[in-house]
């Protein structure tokens, strides 16, 4: 199999009270992405939770069933114990495959801190970094995970690039369009998926606007109705292939065989060249000469 339809879950989050209708709403959208025929199937950072640590739920088990059930690989996202730090939690995201097996997680590595994670009693918890880069290893090719504002560090998509990931999934969390950071964070993703010859895609979790503004620490801004703008998109190394700020599932297919064709060409100056971006480049790397940035 070389050709993969990824699906990106975008949908409303709910917190509090409403929290564990997330786990359901996500079933549900496992059991379209099946329809939609989708082979992986993204959410959102920590989606569908749980977001503190008073309000603790299992979503492994049902996440696992309704991926075995439906056909669809999973990327979810979760919060896990810290292991040797009893009371902390590491962000997660999860890799069931399409029979509901386990195949991987990444915990996020960056940044060392708490970051944003006490900043909210929606979303509430001592997080503590992790200290690994995995790719996890699907029955088509390999998959690797970099979450949030890590897509600001090259350095954790280079890694697994190298570690040899053909797609890398950057599920975010809370206010990036709020923020004003929408574009500068697909530029990021995008860019990404071209200095890595790796397929990106990206999402983040939507809420009903009311709960934006509760959770800014500013004034809120002009009223708005319905739900915060969302910020999908799926990236080639050679264009976009999908974006959406709408929610719903969002899909494109992933010819890995290309990806695998740009890694192992060397550019030659054709005119019009057979690629819209330069191939063989991470073959150029020079390792010897990183020593400052491997060293500062």
Known sequence: ????????????????????????????????????????????????????????????????????????????????????????????????????QYRGEYRRTHPVGPYIYRDTPEWNFDYVAADEFPVIEMSWGTLAVSICSEVHLPEVSRILALKGAEVCLFPSGLLIDELGYTDNWRTLVRARAIENHMYTATLVNLMDTAMSDQLSSGEPGPRRNGISRGIGMIAAPERVLAQSESPGILTADLDLERIRYLRGTDEELLVPAPYQTIPGHLKWRRPRLYGPLRDS
């Not at 959102?44 to 696992?64: K, S």
């Not at 919060?79 to 495959?97: E, F, H, K, M, Q």
Request: glycine share 10%; charged share 20%.
């Open 1 to 100: 199999m070389t050709t993969v339809r990824l699906g990106l879950a975008q949908t409303i989050t709910h917190f509090g009270a409403r929290e564990r209708e997330n786990l359901d709403n996500a079933v549900r959208l496992i059991a379209q992405a099946g329809a939609l025929g989708v082979d992986l199937l993204a959410f959102a950072e920590n989606y569908p939770g749980p977001f503190t640590e008073a309000n603790r739920y299992d979503v492994a088990e049902a996440m696992a069933t309704a991926a075995g059930e439906h056909g669809v690989a999973v990327a979810y996202g979760t919060s896990l114990p810290a292991p040797d730090r009893p009371g902390s939690y590491n962000i997660a995201t999860v890799v069931v495959d399409e029979r509901g």
